[in-house]
Antibody, heavy 117, light 107 residues
C-alpha cells in the first residue's frame, strides 16, 4: 500500500525557517517525481515545487523561488521541503504528492504550517 | 503561466442527476489535464488523468472529456458520496496550475 506521511509542520514566526519531511513507503520511491502542493485555509490548491525521480531537476512556483528548496533522499525514501524566510502568506496545509503522467496519483494527509508572530 | 478557469464555482444536484463541471485553459494543453475530488478535511484524490483516463478504483460514473483548451468532468448519476470540491489541474507546463474548484452538494 502506497503511503506518504508528512511531518515537521507547526507554528513559526515570519522570517524564520521550517523543514517538512515526507516519508514514502509501499512503492519504489526513486521511480517517481515528487511534489509539494499547498492549500491555504478555505482556499484552493497551489503547486509549490517538484523534484524529478533522481533529484537532478527541480521546479518551483515563482513566489517561493529562492526561499524554498525541495530535495529527496532516495536511500531513505524521503522527500523534503526546506522553507526559509517564511511569510504569513505561506500559511497553508502542505501536501506531499507522488506524480505519474502529469497527475498526482497519491497524496499524503497534509501538514499544517502557520506563519505568525 | 497557464490559467485554468473552472465553472461553476458551486452547484447542487439531486441523487441520480448527471453533473458536468467545466475547465478552460488559457492555452492549448494537449489533454494534459487531471481532475481531483477533495472531501472536507481530507487530501485530494485523483479521478481522471490525461483528460479522459479513469484512475484505478474510481467509479465508472466519473468520466472526463475535452481537448485543446476546453475540458469537462461528468458524473453520470450523482451519489451522496460524490459531495465535495472538484479541481482541475494542467500538467503540460510548469508552473503546474489548478482551477479554483467547484463545490458540489446534494440538493
Amino acid at each position: 500500500e502506497v503511503q506518504l506521511v508528512e511531518s515537521g509542520g507547526g507554528l513559526v514566526q515570519p522570517g524564520r525557517s521550517m523543514k517538512l519531511s515526507c516519508a514514502a513507503s509501499g512503492f519504489t520511491f526513486n521511480n517517481y517525481d515528487m511534489a509539494w502542493v499547498c492549500q491555504a485555509p478555505k482556499k484552493g490548491l497551489e503547486w509549490v515545487a517538484t523534484i524529478s525521480y533522481d533529484g537532478s531537476s527541480t521546479y518551483y512556483r515563482d513566489s517561493v523561488k529562492g526561499r524554498f528548496t525541495i530535495s529527496r533522499d532516495n536511500a531513505k525514501s524521503t522527500l523534503y521541503l526546506q522553507m526559509d524566510s517564511l511569510r504569513s502568506e505561506d500559511t497553508a496545509t502542505y501536501y506531499c504528492a507522488r506524480f505519474a503522467l502529469i497527475a498526482a496519483n497519491y497524496w499524503g494527509q497534509g501538514v499544517m504550517v502557520t506563519v505568525s508572530s | 503561466d497557464i490559467q485554468m478557469t473552472q465553472s461553476p464555482a458551486s452547484l447542487s444536484a439531486s441523487l441520480g442527476e448527471t453533473v458536468t463541471i467545466q475547465c478552460q485553459a488559457s492555452e492549448d494543453i494537449y489533454s494534459g489535464l487531471a481532475w481531483y475530488q477533495q472531501k472536507p478535511g481530507k487530501s485530494p484524490q485523483l479521478l481522471i488523468y490525461g483528460a479522459s483516463s479513469l484512475q484505478d478504483g474510481v467509479p465508472s460514473r466519473f468520466s472526463g472529456s475535452g481537448s485543446g483548451t476546453q475540458y469537462s468532468l461528468k458524473i453520470s448519476s450523482m451519489q451522496t458520496e460524490d459531495e465535495g470540491v472538484y479541481f482541475c489541474q494542467q500538467g503540460l507546463k510548469y508552473p503546474l496550475t489548478f482551477g479554483s474548484g467547484t463545490k458540489l452538494e446534494i440538493k
